[in-house]
């Protein structure tokens, strides 16, 4: 992702502090400004829309393809599926969190290994990584764009039971996985071999560490609420106060739930809260659709 992009999504998208403790230490919040009492989600769907190239392609092919072919190379790698029942979208705004908050680069393009554009990407929906003491983290996620936070938490409950439960299907992906690592900026050669012992090197999978990001956006009351009264402002102290209450709310729910519990695997959720997804979803599908013209 170039620095230009990375600016505007430092500008767009926000950090969402909460001093809450139902959540946990590493979950987080991110949400939009306002501009004029709107909340920002068309300047999103731009974000999206201009994100897909380095999201779907991979650095070799971002080098090597015509910058203006970019956007057309790379919307073809999204499904064909309807816009409200394809994963893509999610997916992308995990990368972005990610590769931008948290400066955890992928080092495969999943987008890239499905074998035609009807099908949904297969396994986790992410494959990123991080490096600490010369030790490898694995981040492998899940996204849920939703609009209602039990639809997505119980679709992301669901999922994660059938990946995690199950050592041998983790150790299939991971197979998968080390024959289409990519070496790039962030990714030196002696990263990549350290790298290529995590997920291909035949180490036990209980010395593998693991974090699975779970992304879950949602239609928020407080959100839409202060759109409608002509001066929402994300700096607003009864605004902050209203959406940490709502997100308290909703990170309880989340711990109701009976996550998979490993020694070496840490679950980690991102709760974006919108206006509405279902808007969203349709201005991305005009997007897309001239894209892929």
């Known amino acids: 992702m170039d620095a230009a992009l990375k600016t505007r999504v430092a500008n767009q998208i926000f950090k969402f502090e909460t001093n809450f403790t139902t959540k946990k230490t590493d979950d987080s919040s991110f949400t939009l400004d306002y501009e004029g009492g709107r909340y920002r989600q068309s300047e999103l769907v731009g ?31 999204i499904s064909d599926a309807n816009i409200n029942s394809k994963g893509d979208y999610g997916e992308l ?3 972005l969190v990610l590769s931008v908050f948290y400066d955890v680069p992928k080092f495969v393009t999943k987008a890239r290994l499905r074998s035609t554009t009807r ?3 297969k396994g986790f929906d992410c ?3 991080s490096v600490e ?18 639809g997505a938490v ?25 024959g289409e690592i990519e070496i790039n900026k962030k990714l030196e050669p002696e990263k990549y071999d350290l790298l290529k012992q995590y997920v291909a090197g035949g180490k036990s999978l209980d010395k593998v560490n693991i974090a699975v990001p779970v992304l879950i956006t949602y239609d928020s009351s407080c959100i839409k609420k202060h759109c ?11 605004l902050r106060n209203e959406l940490e209450s709502e ?17 070496n695997i840490k679950i980690v959720f991102f709760a974006i809260p919108l206006e509405s997804v279902s808007n969203l979803k349709s201005m991305i599908g005009q997007v897309e659709a001239a894209m892929k013209f």
């Not at 409608?228 to 009864?238: L, M, S, V, Y």
């Open 47 to 77: 974000l999206i829309r201009d994100t897909v190239p380095f999201f779907a392609l991979t650095s070799k092919e971002i080098s090597s393809i015509d910058r203006s072919d970019w956007n057309k190379q790379s919307f073809t790698r």
């Open 119 to 121: 099908e949904q990407i």
């Open 133 to 150: 003491n010369s030790k490898v983290t694995l981040w492998l996620g899940e996204a849920k764009f939703h609009k209602s936070v039990s």
């Open 154 to 178: 119980n679709s992301a409950l669901k999922s994660l039971n059938e990946h995690l439960n199950d050592a041998e299907k983790i150790k299939s992906e991971l197979k998968l996985l080390g």
């Open 228 to 238: 409608n009264t002509g001066i929402g402002d994300i700096e607003d102290d009864t």
């Open 247 to 263: 997100l308290e709310s909703h990170f309880k729910k989340i711990y109701k739930k009976s996550w998979p519990a490993h020694k």
């Open 127 to 129: 494959a990123h990584f």
């Open 93 to 95: 705004l995990l990368y």
